[in-house]
């Protein structure tokens, strides 16, 4: 999916949501344990309770890595079941990959080729040798971190360099040279209003992809706001508070509810902004 068609599906659900598929075998709902397969049958519960409301879906592979072959099998599966039943919906895996340009190849191959992830998360620690291998995927996405805690005391991005700017500012400014916006985004986290502006001043044209938000924080608004521009250029990924909001038989209809409530929270925001307003004149 390209940033052009991505930024249309937001345009038209009037939604920026990722829904989380972490499906934690010892907190699925009980009546689940009945079937041939707990996990596919959490998930394609929850896709189907949420599509309409989200543009992406992102499992996150240690939860399949953790039940071994079997939970490899739930990823084909959910990955398969989102192509044929939403195919207009973007699928990451968080896996946060990144090693030697050779390993990062199989990587690669593992993620787009066996599992056909439109993206994938990677590693804190990952070099330009790295990432080239991941972009011999031309059609495929990046998300790269940016920072992963506002802690300036506690976050090793936060240390200031010879020339006064923090470690993260130069990273982005060397990983710029990479690529485009049209295969990197980047990850952060709930932070300040200022950090949020000055990270957009620093990549005005990518997609910044929150990642794990609390659907009950109140300043969500005002941190989506930060990081917006005209044309959106925001994922926003929700998981555990989202996923968990329910356990009991009816809990994919309580969690449709749920991402339905943050959908709205993003459309008012967009018309809040005059964001996607037809110009006088056109039809």
Known sequence: MTKQELLEQIKEKKSFLCVGLDPDIRRLPEHLHSEDNPMF???KAIIDATASSCVAFMPHIAFYEAMGT???DVLEQTILYIKEQYPHHLILIDAKRGDLPYISSLYGRAMFDFFHADGITLSTCVGQKSVDSFLEWSD?????PAFSCEKEEDELSFQKMEDGRFLY???LERSLKWSDSEHFMYSIISASQERLKHLRSLLSDHLLFFNHIDKDDDNLEEQWEA????????????SESLLYCDDSEHFASKVGQEAENLRRRMEFLIQSKNLFKVKEGEN
């Open 41 to 43: 049958a959490f998930n």
């Open 70 to 72: 079997w939970g490899i």
């Open 140 to 144: 495929k996405w990046l998300i790269l």
């Open 169 to 171: 500012e130069h990273l």
């Open 227 to 238: 990081c917006m521009t005209e044309s959106v250029d925001v994922l926003v990924h929700s």
